[in-house]
């Protein structure tokens, strides 16, 4: 089994968990005073305008099985016209003979498609990812915890930030500079910022731990690792204190309720991968596109419940914070 094999593996034997956003609720109104019908879902981020507020988020790439995922995928991304970001495309710039597993994408789906990179790359390798699936933006992730854990992992993070700045000003595409599950904190976001990145994805804990996955993969763990970061409500929290980038929220998104509440706490849309991926493993195709289905139709009812129309009035909702999430507020006086 390849190393992308191990971590499908490893998101598939991890189950969705209670996290920070069960400590957030929203205050009922009895008169929400609007209708169901008139709930738009439609978002905008990277001058794009999506039909909901959501994206199927990076998952796999290079090998057979990441193949059969992605091809999946791609169906549904296409059915609702949704955002679809490949894996890391590290696989395929090593060896052509994984190209395949990424390219399947383009011949089912034809809306909004990322690429996918690590901050460890250069700017050649981001513009042969871009153009391997002739993709409409670019992800850089960050995850320095991941490599450290990462038997054959990188070490040396110094350059990384350089290597962002000199790809988001070279490439020809937008790009989102994104977490894999360990959130960023407001010094990171405004760093990103200072460099010129228009948009990340926050990626906070709660979903798939990648700490956990690259644990299982070494003889001796480093088991302390396997609650680090913050959470992505934390880290929604902290990036609002930034003015003048987009945010975008991925991490332990479980459900139509989480949406609700990440769109409440600023992001523009919301990334969510286990969810399909579970679907996938527990469903035949056309019930994913049912669940899916579903998951947009209870959106519009909490958005109907607490009396929104558009995804941007979902940031002026009301909500309640518990005295944990009030007391991390409060120590890192964030507003």
């Known amino acids: 089994m390849n190393r992308k094999d191990d971590h499908i593996s490893g998101a598939?034997?991890?189950?969705?968990?209670?996290?920070?956003?069960?400590?957030?609720r929203f205050i009922?109104?009895?008169?929400p005073q609007t209708s169901k019908d008139k709930v738009d879902l439609k978002s905008r981020f990277s001058s794009f305008?999506?039909?909901?507020?959501?994206?199927?988020?990076?998952?796999?790439?290079?090998?057979?099985?990441?193949?059969?995922?992605?091809?999946?995928?791609?169906?549904?991304?296409?059915?609702?016209?949704?955002?679809?970001?490949?894996?890391?495309?590290?696989?395929?710039?090593?060896?052509?003979?994984?190209?395949?597993s990424y390219q399947v994408v383009s011949k089912i789906h034809t809306g909004l498609t990322f690429a996918n990179i690590g901050a460890d790359k250069i700017l050649a390798d981001a513009e042969e990812a871009i153009h391997m699936i002739n993709a409409d933006l670019l992800q850089i992730h960050v995850?320095?915890?991941?490599?450290?854990?990462?038997?054959?992992?990188?070490?040396?993070f110094?350059?990384?930030?350089?290597?962002?700045?000199?790809?988001?000003?070279?490439?020809?595409v937008p790009v989102i500079v994104k977490e894999v599950g360990f959130g960023m904190n407001k010094s990171t976001v405004a760093?990103?910022?200072?460099?010129?990145?228009?948009?990340?994805?926050?990626?906070?804990?709660?979903?798939?731990?990648?700490?956990?996955?690259?644990?299982?993969?070494?003889?001796?763990?480093?088991?302390?690792?396997?609650?680090?970061?913050?959470?992505?409500?934390?880290?929604l929290l902290e990036a609002n204190q930034i003015q003048d980038i987009e945010v975008l929220a991925s991490g332990g998104i479980r459900h139509a309720?989480?949406?609700?509440?990440?769109?409440?706490?600023?992001?523009?849309a919301v990334g969510m991968s286990g969810w399909f991926l579970r679907q996938l493993d527990q469903h035949p195709l056309k019930t994913v596109i049912e669940n899916t289905e579903h998951l947009f139709d209870e959106l519009k009812t909490i958005m109907t419940l607490l009396g929104v129309n558009t995804i941007d009035a979902m940031r002026d909702v009301q909500v309640l914070f518990d005295s944990?999430?009030?007391?991390?507020?409060?120590?890192?006086?964030?507003?």
């Not at 009922?28 to 008169?31: G, T």
């Not at 460099?195 to 994805?201: A, C, F, P, Q, S």
């Not at 944990?324 to 507003?335: F, G, K, P, S």
Request: aromatic residues 6%; contains cysteine; charged residues 25%.
């Open 28 to 31: 009922h109104r009895s008169l």
């Open 143 to 156: 995850n320095a915890p991941q490599e450290m854990i990462m038997p054959e992992g990188e070490r040396d």
């Open 158 to 172: 110094t350059k990384w930030l350089d290597n962002i700045e000199t790809i988001v000003k070279n490439v020809p």
């Open 257 to 268: 309720m989480d949406i609700a509440k990440a769109l409440t706490l600023g992001a523009k």
């Open 12 to 24: 598939r034997k991890q189950k969705p968990l209670n996290n920070d956003f069960d400590r957030i």
């Open 49 to 100: 305008i999506i039909p909901y507020p959501l994206y199927i988020n990076a998952m796999t790439g290079g090998s057979e099985t990441a193949k059969s995922i992605n091809k999946a995928l791609a169906t549904i991304a296409d059915y609702f016209n949704l955002p679809l970001a490949l894996g890391s495309a590290s696989a395929a710039i090593k060896e052509d003979k994984w190209l395949e």
């Open 191 to 235: 760093k990103l910022k200072a460099i010129g990145v228009k948009t990340v994805d926050v990626s906070g804990s709660g979903g798939t731990n990648f700490a956990l996955i690259e644990n299982e993969r070494r003889q001796k763990p480093y088991t302390t690792l396997n609650t680090w970061g913050l959470s992505t409500v934390e880290s």
């Open 324 to 335: 944990e999430l009030t007391h991390y507020c409060n120590q890192r006086n964030l507003t």
